[in-house]
């Protein structure tokens, strides 16, 4: 698989205004201007870009891919170039196109009125689904890159054609129920499509598993679907559930041998 072959991912969990939610913007209209179909998948925090003022800057992007009003100068001059370059060669790449996904049940929990199109409320199964096609995933989220680590929320991978594995990195810590429910249902989003999955907490994120509320985890390690991994010392938890805990290279050594990385 070459790199124009490839689609794009985008996982947005960041709230509007915020600098990850900027940077999604920003790599989302790249790479749609050098052809590539793109998939902007919003979770968490990250469905609130559908509403409001951030709603019509992504929908700007679908106006674009139709020849609407909306972009600017740069954006347009490269869509009419992709035109006149697929008239000299059929075989050209298409002009890219964007496909804006909004979590149902994260949108639920923040709003009562379904969000408008282009938006297209959906599961996390439609999540998952994209990453069985060709494509570079990209989380957007609301951890930091981990210190003296390239890997972090803005990372970008590209997953080959035989993947190895998917690592969900949790890197923030939980500030309500609904981050704790919301990572979870990632992770069990993962097992209940019976993907090779590891859920890596790191840093701030180690506090998932701690109190009580971890509990939840434990119905993740207790059946064997997915391994909980957590960077540095032995968390204490009284949920239960098995974590295993790694040195700084095994962490890395662990995000370089993932077939597909997504930081949350």
């Not at 060669?89 to 149902?104: E, F, I, K, T």
């Not at 199109?117 to 990209?138: E, G, H, I, K, M």
């Not at 999955?197 to 009580?212: D, N």
């Amino acid at each position: 698989m070459t790199e124009a072959d490839a689609g794009f991912l985008a996982l947005v969990r960041s709230p509007p205004g915020s600098a990850a939610a900027n940077r999604a913007l920003e790599a989302v209209s790249r790479h749609q201007r050098e052809g590539r179909h793109c998939v902007v998948f919003f979770h968490g925090p990250g469905v609130d870009q559908a509403a409001g003022r951030p709603a019509g800057d992504w929908a700007a992007l679908t106006d674009r891919r139709h020849g609407q009003a909306g972009g600017d100068i740069h954006d347009r001059f490269n869509a009419d170039r992709a035109d006149a370059q697929r008239e000299k060669d059929p075989a050209a790449p298409p002009r890219g196109d964007s496909q804006l996904l909004v979590c149902n049940t994260s949108w639920r929990r923040r709003h009562e009125v379904a969000p408008l199109a282009p938006f297209v409320p959906t599961s996390l199964v439609a999540l998952f689904s994209a990453l069985d096609r060709p494509v570079c995933a990209q989380g957007f989220g609301l951890g930091a890159a981990p210190s003296g680590s390239i890997h972090g929320s803005a990372l970008e991978r590209r997953v080959p054609e035989r993947q190895r594995g998917l690592l969900i990195e949790v890197g923030f810590a939980p500030t309500g129920r609904h981050d704790r429910i919301e990572t979870l249902e990632l992770a069990l989003g993962a097992a209940a499509l019976e993907l090779d999955a590891r859920v890596l907490f790191h840093g701030p994120g180690r506090s998932h598993l701690e109190g009580s509320q971890a509990s939840a985890w434990r119905q993740l390690t207790d059946f064997g679907f997915i391994d909980l991994l957590a960077d540095g010392s032995a968390v204490e938890t009284d949920s239960g559930a098995r974590v295993q805990c790694l040195e700084a290279s095994e962490v890395e050594h662990l995000r370089t041998q993932a077939g597909i990385l997504l930081a949350l």
